[in-house]
């Protein structure tokens, strides 16, 4: 056991001692730290209010390390966050008096085997790094989030990312084949003893901890899928009369197997904003090793988009969204805040039956919001059985037009049968609609962060915590 | 009316769009020593932001965040040293000594540029009248950088993008490209490969300030302040 006083002056003084310039708690660090990309929290900054502040940050170099770390955390019960890129939108790492255990250190990929498309990292490395290394020996990871630049692996694992390319290749959970951890209390449960493409050896662990944001412990490793580089790519872009013929055509596409690696419907408004069209249009990219199968599978989708009043606009929107779907600035710097306007996006899913009138309904209460200036809409990660959609909304800039629209968004979402999120997660922003949506199962996932977490000492104050 | 914002510092806004390009962040993981703490902390930035400028290369706005850390513009000034044709611009206090011998050896002309070494020490912007001064009295001698500094500071060719003016160089090895110099990549690789160098690998990632390797040649005067063997030690 700590020190029963001055516990946080303790462990600094440990953390200080055992980790030499790697424990920092200037005030430059500890505000960088305050926060990650949640909007909310970025408009309070931008405006000068303080954030609650962490305790301080430490960048282990080992998962014996993150273990000491945890275990020193555990002695004078003091909370710990994870933190890998900092490109979260939900305030998921905001710990006020938490030491900040910063994985980007750990960075190295352990081993790729080309054979067996498989690499195990350490899950403090950058996706970008990652993928950059993969592309240079032919092969890809396909999870592009739009945080790509500066997202690192073990964030994603546990916010239960998605990327652009996810219609294809799936979210990250489906990339994730084993992780290693240090639980809550310091233990490190390792990776299996084998790697495998599946098992049947009981209840696996990594469901637990992907999407976990912390709660559950400190992701260390992780080893995942990965695909070749393909060959051969395909583009193009269509208008329809409507944004549900769209998804009309995609559902027929989806259940037909016809599966493109890249599909975005965007509404007009969305349309309008992005690429200067007043229909709403689909753009869709297919790739394939085989270009008999590329064009095969064109084809028929074609035909099908054709059938649903689908017309061919020729591959330029595709290409303009190639360039700039990172760029997260510019309009940010150029419309939102010129106009003392803030900006948000919210993702849902639901099944095909319930997606026309989430769409509709969602559109129709958030925009008579007051304050809130333009709900724009686009579906962009598909199923067989429905699919995600990503509402892109500016506002006035201030709290309280804020919460009114989430609030408004939440029950919109909730009574017309969607979830609350489909990939950003939950962390601060959420925490109030979760029960909403998981019922008692809620009390199931808490009892299992107390087993594991007696001292809740796993970024607490979140959904999973008290 | 809403009121008109300006966003002077987009930095601050952004979620690090650029970060992985940056060599203080990638070998820490700290924040506070990426483009987000140096936009913050302008002490910091002056004292750690290595001025790569790769940041500023990645930003989908091309914000030149490395000399935003002064405010103060720093004047250039410009001396001829020796006349001809392309005309060497070395800078003062870098690679003045380097410029003179090969200005010589190559009957080039030599020029030397005083106060722009500030921009990628300090992090300070260049005052743009001298600026214009400088390449309106260098523009008839077709002017060529000796270093990258020179080269991406006032906007000139560097050396090695007029590879006919250079001798054959006989070397095979791993070559590092000048962080200033990233978006050139292809055009210096060819250069290279131009006078005979027989290249095993590129190094576009590290940045000399961060040390040397002893298996590659550099591309940058400074970097024999860094430990590492460049390539003006092979054109004599």
Request: proline fraction near 6%; hydrophobic fraction near 35%.
């Amino acid at each position: 056991m700590g020190e029963e006083h001055f516990p946080k002056e303790r462990l600094i003084e440990k953390l200080e001692s055992e980790f030499p310039g790697r424990f920092a708690r200037d005030k430059t660090t500890l505000r960088l730290y305050s926060r990650d990309y949640w909007p909310l929290a970025l408009l309070k900054e931008t405006r000068g209010e303080e954030l609650p502040l962490p305790l301080g940050v430490v960048w282990p170099e080992s998962v014996e390390e993150v273990s000491r770390i945890i275990k020193l955390c555990n002695d004078y019960r003091i909370p710990f966050v994870p933190y890998a890129g900092g490109s979260g939108v939900i305030g998921g790492t905001i710990c006020k008096d938490c030491v900040v255990i910063d994985v980007k250190r750990m960075n190295k990929v352990i081993s790729f085997s080309e054979e067996d498309a498989i690499v195990v990292v350490e899950s403090g490395i950058l996706l970008k790094k990652l993928e950059d290394f993969l592309n240079s020996r032919g092969f890809t990871l396909r999870h592009i989030p739009q945080s790509f630049p500066e997202a690192a692996i073990g964030g994603l694992i546990a916010t239960m990312s998605t990327g652009q390319f996810s219609t294809k290749y799936g979210g990250i959970e489906e990339l994730v084949l084993d992780l290693e951890v240090v639980t809550p209390d310091g233990s490190i449960i390792p990776l299996r003893k084998n790697t495998v493409p599946r098992a049947a050896t009981g209840p696996n662990l990594k469901y637990l901890l992907i999407g976990s944001e912390g709660q559950l412990g400190v992701i260390t490793k992780a080893v995942l899928r990965v695909f070749r580089l393909p060959k051969n790519q395909w583009k193009n872009s269509y208008a329809f009369p409507d944004f549900e013929s769209g998804l009309k055509a995609m559902r027929e596409l989806m259940l037909s197997g016809l599966t493109p690696a890249v599909a975005r419907l965007y509404d007009r408004d969305d349309a309008s904003l992005r690429f200067h069209h007043d229909r709403d249009i689909l753009l869709l990219i297919f790739e394939e090793d085989n270009e008999r199968l590329l064009s095969v599978k064109t084809e028929e989708s074609e035909r099908i988009i054709k059938n649903y009043g689908g017309v061919a606009i020729g591959p330029e929107p595709v290409e303009k969204w190639l360039k700039t779907r990172f760029d997260v600035i510019s309009e940010l710097k150029k419309l939102v805040v010129p106009l003392n306007l803030w900006f948000d996006t919210i993702e849902t899913a639901a099944t095909w039956s319930a997606l026309p009138r989430v769409y509709r309904v969602f559109k129709e209460r958030v925009k008579k919001v007051k304050g809130v200036y333009a709900v724009l809409a686009h579906a962009s990660h598909f199923y067989t059985t429905g699919a995600c959609i990503y509402f892109t909304l500016t506002y006035e800039a201030n709290e309280e037009t804020y919460w009114r629209m989430w609030e408004e968004a939440m029950k919109t979402l909730l009574e017309t049968g969607a979830t609350i999120s489909h990939h950003h997660g939950i962390g601060l922003l959420r925490k109030k609609w979760v029960r909403d949506e998981l019922g008692d199962t809620l009390e199931y996932l808490k009892r299992i962060k107390r087993c594991l977490d007696p001292n809740n000492v796993s970024n607490p104050g979140k959904w999973l915590g008290e | 009316m809403l009121p008109a914002r300006q966003v002077e510092n987009p930095c601050l806004y952004c979620p690090g769009i650029c970060i992985a390009s940056c060599p203080t962040y990638t070998s820490t993981g700290n924040l506070a020593l990426s483009p987000l703490g140096y936009s913050r902390d302008k002490q910091l930035a002056v004292e750690k932001c290595l001025k790569c400028w790769r940041c500023s290369f990645d930003c989908p706005l091309n914000f030149p965040l490395p000399e935003t850390f002064e405010e103060k513009p720093v004047k250039l000034t410009l001396e001829f040293k020796k006349m001809g044709r392309p005309m060497l611009v070395s800078l003062e206090g870098l690679d003045e000594e380097l410029g003179t011998k090969l200005a010589e050896k190559y009957l080039w002309g030599l020029a030397v540029v005083r106060g722009i070494d500030e921009r990628y020490s300090v992090g300070k912007p260049v005052d743009k009248s001298s600026l214009k001064n400088i390449l309106r009295q260098l523009k008839p001698f077709d002017p060529i950088g000796l270093s990258p500094e020179s080269a991406h500071g006032l906007g000139i060719r560097f050396l090695l993008e007029k590879p006919e003016v250079l001798p054959r160089i006989t070397y095979t090895g791993k070559i590092h490209i000048p962080c200033l110099l990233t978006q050139k990549s292809k055009e210096i690789i060819h250069s290279l490969q131009k006078l005979g160098v027989t290249i095993t690998g590129v190094d576009v990632e590290s940045c000399i300030k961060t040390g040397c390797k002893d298996d590659t040649l550099y591309l940058c005067p400074r970097a024999k302040y860094y430990g590492g063997t460049t390539l003006f030690e092979l054109l004599f």
